[in-house]
């Protein structure tokens, strides 16, 4: 009886841990840096952007990737940053819709494409 409630609860731990285990877990993927000719307003957002977000500072990160959007949203690189600061904050679902604008305006870039994380969030 004991090994029944002890198998049991093994499957119920791994179950609740395998769930509870966020999207972020799977993230390793860095701030990308915006292409030659982007909007230089755009670029001084982004980088500073980069610099909050490997700081560990997300919400900061997250307002300078907004500000970079509002200079020029049409690279991928902004949505694909957005959307990982917003993973990290825990805003998913915010997340996916930012991941799947930057798979669409990915323009080949297989950093975005091949992104685990992107792929988890747009499954």
């Known amino acids: 009886m004991e090994v029944y409630i002890m198998k049991k609860f093994l499957v119920l731990f791994i179950a609740v841990m395998v769930f509870a285990l966020p999207l972020s877990a799977f993230a390793d993927d860095s701030p990308l840096a915006l292409p030659a ?20 500072h997300f919400d900061v990160a997250l307002q300078h990737f907004e500000g970079s959007a509002k200079a020029e949203s049409k690279w991928g690189e902004i949505h694909f940053n957005e959307a990982l600061a917003l993973d990290k904050l825990g805003k998913h679902a915010d997340a996916s819709m930012h991941f799947k604008s930057a798979q669409k305006m990915a323009g080949g870039n297989k950093a975005i494409l091949e992104s685990p994380i992107l792929i988890a969030h747009t499954k």
């Not at 000719?37 to 610099?51: F, Q, S």
């Open 37 to 56: 000719g982007a909007n230089p307003e755009a670029v001084k957002h982004n980088n500073e952007g980069i610099e909050h977000f490997k700081a560990g």
